[in-house]
């Protein structure tokens, strides 16, 4: 497709239970990035993919938190036994490679709400 | 470590200029700059690299202090269409991960 594309859009699920979001980043786009965004908040850096190089996840807040991509496609961003702190706006960007030269592409975001 | 934005928000009419800044504590490589409108995803506007020139268009522009680590982000004659969040993202050396402020929240009035 032309963008970033993210589901669902909106996400609402009773607390304790998984959830698995995903991300389609644009063709050709070597690097995937996850991003948290709480109400009124900045983003906050979960987890990026580079290629085939092993992903960094120096950001995930916890072990509930995981992250897949096959190759250079599509990614999936697992919350395990969700609470009500992860209520937020996951939002997924994508850019032709990493580097500090290279603009990030970001899809609509999914809307995460635990009851 | 997260860059600092300042002001946090700022209102302006039609017709009058901004300047949102963004610091560091940390030697930088690059400064990008989004704007976020409420409920849409961030946008990019530009990016400003370590050694790079002034960025910019005509009415949005910025610049970057590589010795204080400081990038400002200028807007003039705003349109009511600048309306939005503005964040700065930055990256220390070595290829780490783009750290975002906490965003400037610009609103601009007729």
């Known amino acids: 497709g032309a963008g970033v594309s993210q589901s669902p859009s909106n996400k609402v699920t009773e607390k304790g239970k998984d959830v698995e979001l995903r991300c389609d980043p644009i063709?050709?786009?070597?690097?995937l990035y996850w991003y948290r965004q709480r109400l009124g908040q900045g983003l906050e850096f979960l987890i990026y993919?580079?290629?085939?190089?092993?992903?960094?996840k120096s950001g995930l807040p916890s072990d509930r938190f995981s992250a897949e991509r096959t190759g250079e496609s599509v990614s999936t961003l697992t919350i395990q036994r969700t609470q009500q702190e992860d209520s937020a706006v996951y939002l997924c960007?994508?850019?032709?490679?990493?580097?500090?030269?290279?603009?990030?592409?970001f899809g609509d975001g999914t809307r995460l709400s635990i009851l | 470590q997260q860059p600092v934005q300042s002001p946090q928000a700022v209102i302006l009419r039609e017709g009058e200029d901004a300047v949102i800044n963004c610091s560091s504590s940390?030697?930088?490589?690059?400064v990008h700059w989004y704007r976020q409108k409420h409920g849409e995803a961030p946008v990019f506007l530009m990016i400003?690299?370590?050694?790079?020139e002034q960025k910019g268009h005509e009415k949005i522009s910025a610049s970057f202090n590589e010795k204080k680590q400081q990038s400002s982000l200028y807007l003039t004659a705003s349109q009511l269409s600048y309306s939005g969040t503005y964040f700065c993202?930055?990256?220390?050396?070595?290829?780490?991960?783009?750290?975002f402020g906490k965003g400037t929240r610009l609103s601009v009035i007729a």
């Open positions: 993919f580079q290629g085939n190089s092993a992903p960094d």
């Open positions: 960007a994508s850019s032709f490679r990493t580097g500090g030269d290279q603009p990030q592409h």
């Open positions: 993202g930055t990256e220390g050396t070595g290829n780490t991960p783009l750290v």
């Open positions: 063709s050709g786009h070597t690097a």
């Open positions: 400003l690299l370590k050694g790079g």
């Open positions: 940390k030697a930088l490589y690059s």
